[in-house]
């Protein structure tokens, strides 16, 4: 027999809300988002990374941008589907938390991001220059590789809970005005005295294992000594 000692009844999990406040979507469709997501972000990155100055002077490419492009002008027609699609998740969350009035992780990213590249649009637009297209795409990349750590490592959990939910019985055994009587497990209320015999599980006990016979001896010996006195068991 054990007291209970939290709510009635465990909250059934709710499903993740999506990216930025959209409609709400599985752990599992939330982890494949961000991980298309950060393949789009670092895919591009790279040829970002050879056609800017890093490229030229660090790593020495030399391969002109096609089509007779500028090289800046090349790395903003990259980075758009980096921004708007890759990193719109940081722009939207840092929409949401600024008309909230709150600073969280998503305004200080989207700055970050938007700075760089809006810098650096406004120097291609103006005849070229120092540009910063290949710091905001590796940004974004990087933190969308962050956040697809997470979610995966979120998702493991929440199916470990799940499977623990499972296994939790649909009726438990109270005991009520000196009786014992089979109840739904959603009519435990906080201060009830639940039976759990030897071999029998319970969705109060710390883990699914069966209950251990010590839980219900010191019951068992209290009944028997009560009924060989003649009184009702209690």
């Keep these: 027999m054990t007291h209970v000692h939290h709510g009635s009844a465990s909250p059934p999990l709710r ?11 599985s752990m599992v469709g939330m982890v494949s988002d961000m991980r298309n997501r950060f393949l789009v972000a670092a895919i ?11 490229g030229r002077q660090v790593l020495h490419f030399s391969v002109p941008a096609p ?14 589907p980096v921004i708007s699609y890759s990193g ?19 305004v200080l990213v989207a700055v970050a991001i938007a700075a760089g590249w809006l810098y650096s649009v406004a120097v291609t ?29 979120r998702g493991g959990a929440n199916e470990s809970v799940r499977a623990l939910l499972d ?7 109270v005991v009520r005005n000196g009786e014992e009587m089979e109840v739904p497990t ?15 599980r319970s969705r109060w006990m710390p883990s699914s294992q069966k209950a251990p016979a010590r839980w219900t001896s010191r019951w068992s010996r209290a009944r028997a000594s009560r009924l060989k006195r003649g009184q009702a068991p209690k």
């Excluded at 499903?15 to 979507?25: I, K, L, T």
């Excluded at 719109?88 to 998503?106: N, Q």
């Design 15 to 25: 499903e993740p809300a999506g990216h930025g406040g959209h409609e709400p979507m």
């Design 125 to 153: 637009l103006r005849g070229g220059g120092d540009v910063f297209y290949v710091a905001s795409t590796v940004l974004c990349a990087f933190v969308l590789l962050g956040h697809w750590v997470e979610m995966r490592a």
């Design 88 to 106: 719109w998740i940081f722009f939207d969350g840092a929409f949401r938390a600024l008309r909230a009035r709150t600073l969280d992780m998503m």
């Design 67 to 80: 089509f007779g492009l500028r090289d800046d002008v090349f790395q903003l027609i990259l980075s758009l």
């Design 44 to 54: 591009l990155s790279v040829p970002i990374l050879l056609w800017s100055a890093i």
């Design 167 to 173: 296994l939790a019985p649909s009726r438990a055994v």
């Design 186 to 200: 959603a009519a435990v209320v906080v201060g009830a005295m639940v039976v759990i015999r030897p071999g029998a």
